[in-house]
């Protein structure tokens, strides 16, 4: 066979990363937030901050969920900017009771840019705050647990406070959306209801629609205050979650606001660090609120080996306050992943000034350099900031401007470590905090009765490889001895500067090295370069083995260790053999205009098929053809593979019909000297019969070759009959064949 090497390609695209930011993305969902309250004491001016670690400037588009512009920003990271979404109810993203258990289309909010950002929006009124940070697309997924202020319903101003659950859909199409694991006594406002809502809400929207639901606290007393924690929120496509209170609290007299953007079960861990507030009730307003998604979840605090404590699914605990250790850190470990909302005080002389923040777990990847704009939006009392960096890093607050205090050890865990300042009256607009490891960071301030807190770094799951299989051919086979499967292994722009090695596994019936090319156990692809390949062939062997299978498994880590492996099988299958059947030869007379077709029909190989004709510029199955006589056409045929074999022969004949002249000079002027029938040499073994006038004959030939001179014969009329041979020619003759008759004149 003579092969030539052509390409099955089939690619997968494996990027991988090793700086993924959850809050600092180029595109951020934000679903609207629901508040039962108007008073302009309880929900006041709401803004949306930008910022960037970027040098260069770079443009934020700002739209409402329904596409509508709301506006255009340009930032850097020495330039952020902000957008005024409007005060109380008529902010853009907030919505009242009437707007509850409705498809919403416009509320939301959809961020982009070309390079990453982070967004934060902050509410401020004359008695409250909120600061909620977007997750980018870590906020995207598909079931999640949901946690609020904690609160405990007194009747004395419960009609102000109020838990709220908000979703957005996110991709094409329709998405279905579930609030399950409701504990009886809930109620959600508007639901159809008989004292409780028990039963899942499910709902379907379009892409970019929003839905929200809430419980007033007041209705009922006893219920939609702690109970509403830990309920189910699940998808068929991916949707983006906001959970949280406008308003809770721990007393009648006690009203705050607390919400955030959460992120689905994959980005949450199972260890964090958590650190306590400085205010002065921590029995009412220091909360860490644990909830599980898995049942036989065990809780163990500041590396005790004891379980504090075990939860089933969608089972909720607050730990309490005396479990921080003596420098107000706690180290909480699970066994299963687990969902943190801390309720937390940072006013010294009360019990208000509480915020909610959604707490990021600890873990191998996350962010190097967060960059925090207008930090005394709130103004007033203080403003701090805690870092939760790896021991060993190096960490520097506005390029080294700010000094550090002493690291807090944390206990249960040598390898983090604690920093926690007091900026207030040092920085007035921006920070920007750059570790040479990862870090987790969170802002809290304080003004009067104004509080405010929430993480800008965290929940940064590294992916270990977006993969993506495609054939060119839409084909997963090779054929022995024929075109090569090629494996394209790319990674992601963040790897290009790094090593990336990736691990095959093979198992199946065809062995390796032996049915097809040596597959390696790794393949790396070095710093600078982007992607490789590796080329599989099927040995060429005359055995018939029918179809064997190449399954193969191709694994990538993480920088946690973690792994995707991605596995897909490859066919290796004989060559079928190529065969040939031609068209029936045939007679035509080129006198006539006639002409012939002659075809092939080809079996097996791998097409498509080139075609070459011996005696045809034809360069497909079938030629036309009108030779002056008998031509013998061959096709040779070329496939996929570039195996070649050539067909029968198939013949065209040319006979036309025998005529003859009236008249002949055999005077050996060498012209007209001899009998010539037209076309006689189509007819080998023609007989010939001269007869005089009387009948008799004068010259015989029954091989007549047009050679009759008429030698010592007189000048005058004969009489001829020419006998053509049987007409048993095959191919047929397109006309009757007949003997010929008639006179012939001598002159000379």
């Known amino acids: 066979m003579n092969m030539k090497s052509r390409v099955l390609l089939i690619t997968f695209i494996i990027f991988s990363f090793s700086k993924l930011w959850a809050q600092y993305d180029s595109v951020h969902y934000i679903p609207p937030l629901f508040s039962i309250s108007g008073k302009s004491s309880e929900i006041g001016e709401h803004n949306l901050y930008l910022s960037t670690n970027e040098s260069s400037s770079f443009n934020v588009t700002i739209k409402e969920s329904d596409g509508t512009l709301l506006g255009v920003k340009t930032i850097s990271l020495s330039s952020p900017d902000s957008l005024a979404l409007g005060d109380g109810l008529s902010a853009v993203n907030i919505i009242d009771s009437a707007q509850l258990n409705k498809a919403l289309t416009k509320e939301g909010l959809i961020l982009t840019a070309s390079k990453p950002f982070f967004a934060n929006i902050r509410q401020k009124s004359a008695s409250q705050g909120l600061s909620l940070t977007a997750k980018g697309l870590s906020a995207l ?190 180290n909480l470990v699970s066994s299963k992943k687990l969902f943190v909302y801390h309720t937390t005080n940072s006013n010294p002389s009360g019990a208000n000034g509480m915020g909610l923040n959604f707490i990021p777990p ?77 870090m987790n960071l969170s802002v809290a301030s304080l003004n009067g009765a104004i509080g405010a807190a929430g993480y800008f770094s965290g929940f940064s799951q590294p992916k270990v490889a977006d993969v993506a299989i495609q054939s060119i051919s839409g084909q997963k086979e090779i054929i022995e001895g024929c075109e090569p499967f090629v494996a394209i292994f790319g990674k992601g722009g963040e790897k290009l500067n790094e090593e990336l090695t990736f691990y095959f596994s093979i198992a199946g019936t065809a062995i390796n090295g032996v049915d097809y090319t040596t597959i390696p156990d790794s393949v790396t692809i070095p710093i600078g370069k982007d992607k490789d390949t590796l080329l599989i062939s099927a040995f060429a062997d005359s055995e018939v083995e029918g179809d064997e299978l190449v399954i193969f498994t191709i694994t990538a880590f993480n920088e946690c260790g973690d792994t995707t492996s991605v596995a897909d099988t490859l066919t290796l299958k004989d060559y079928p053999t190529m065969t040939t059947t031609v068209s029936e030869g045939k007679n035509i007379c080129d006198e006539f205009g006639e002409t012939a077709t002659v075809k092939v029909t080809v079996a097996n190989g791998i097409p498509p098929y080139s075609y070459s004709w011996n005696n045809s510029s034809s360069t497909i199955d079938s030629a036309v053809v009108s030779p002056a006589n008998k031509t013998g056409y061959i096709a040779t045929i070329t496939d996929k593979c570039d195996v070649s074999v050539s067909s029968d022969t198939i013949f065209v004949s040319v006979h036309c019909p025998l005529s003859a002249p009236n008249v002949f000079t055999p005077n050996g002027d060498g012209v007209n000297d001899v009998l010539v029938f037209n076309n006689l040499d189509q007819y080998f073994g023609s007989h010939l019969i001269v007869y005089n006038r009387f009948g008799g004959i004068v010259y015989e030939n029954k091989r007549y070759y047009n050679d009759w001179k008429a030698t010592d014969l007189s000048d005058g009329v004969y009489f001829y009959k020419l006998i053509p041979p049987p007409d048993n020619f095959n191919p047929p003759l397109s006309f009757p064949l007949e003997v010929l008759t008639g006179y012939i004149h001598i002159i000379r």
């Open 141 to 330: 997924g598909k079931r999640f647990r949901t946690g609020h202020l904690f609160s405990i319903a007194t009747g004395n101003k419960d009609s102000l406070k109020s838990h709220m659950i908000s979703v957005m859909a996110t991709e094409p199409g329709l998405t279905t959306v579930s609030f399950s694991d409701i504990s009886d006594g809930v109620i959600f406002y508007g639901t159809d209801t008989i004292n409780s809502t028990t039963k899942p809400i499910t709902v379907t929207l379009n892409q970019n629609e929003c839905y929200v639901i809430g419980s007033l606290l007041e209705d009922p007393i006893g219920a939609n205050d702690t109970l509403l924690n830990g309920i189910l929120v699940t998808s068929d496509k991916d949707i983006v979650v906001n959970s949280g209170s406008l308003n809770g609290g721990s007393t009648g007299q006690s009203r705050d606001v607390g919400a955030d953007q959460i992120v689905s079960v994959e980005k949450v861990g199972t260890e964090y660090v958590l650190i306590k507030g400085i205010g002065s009730k921590p029995e009412l307003t220091e909360k860490v609120l644990v909830i599980a998604d898995l049942d036989s979840t065990f809780l163990y605090i500041n590396g005790n080996t004891t379980a504090y404590d075990t939860l089933n699914a969608g089972e909720f605990k607050f730990i309490h306050h005396a479990n921080y250790d003596a420098n107000g850190i706690m």
């Open 362 to 438: 600890i873990s191998c990847s996350g962010t190097q350099e967060v960059t925090v704009s207008h930090i005394d939006f709130f103004g007033g009392d203080s403003i701090s900031m805690n870092i939760i960096s790896k021991v060993g890093s190096t960490v520097s607050v506005n390029g080294g401007a700010i000094a550090l205090p002493s690291a807090i050890p944390v206990t249960g865990n040598p390898n983090w470590e604690v920093y926690s300042l007091d900026i207030k009256f040092v920085i007035t607009s921006t920070v920007n905090v750059v570790s040479t490891d990862i």
